[in-house]
């Protein structure tokens, strides 16, 4: 799973699978012991967990890289290698 981005502890993660049980798009994270998938759309936890402060410095970087979550997303789904995006600052 190729890591797009990394900020504040947090990496974040994004791969396609035709029979993965999300079918949105969606990216993972990894925070210490801790790990969710997160809906492209609106931030919110598909599956797994993270601490309140953590979520919340993920959901504010999708709002400013939702187009590129997007265009990651495509490119994951088409079999191609995702782009790196600037970390939350």
């Avoid at 029979?19 to 609106?42: C, G, M, T, W």
């Avoid at 402060?53 to 997303?73: C, G, P, S, T």
Wanted: glycine share 4%.
């Amino acid at each position: 799973m190729p890591t797009i981005s990394m900020f504040y502890g947090i990496l974040v993660a994004i791969m396609f699978e035709a029979n993965e049980r999300h079918h949105l798009p969606h990216f993972h994270v990894r925070y210490q012991n801790f790990k969710a998938s997160i809906a492209i759309e609106d931030g919110r936890v598909l599956a797994g967990d993270l601490p309140p402060k953590q979520l919340r410095l993920v959901q504010a970087w999708v709002e400013l890289h939702r187009d590129d979550l997007f265009a990651n997303w495509v490119l994951a789904a088409n079999g191609e290698e995702p782009f790196r995006i600037a970390p939350l600052q």
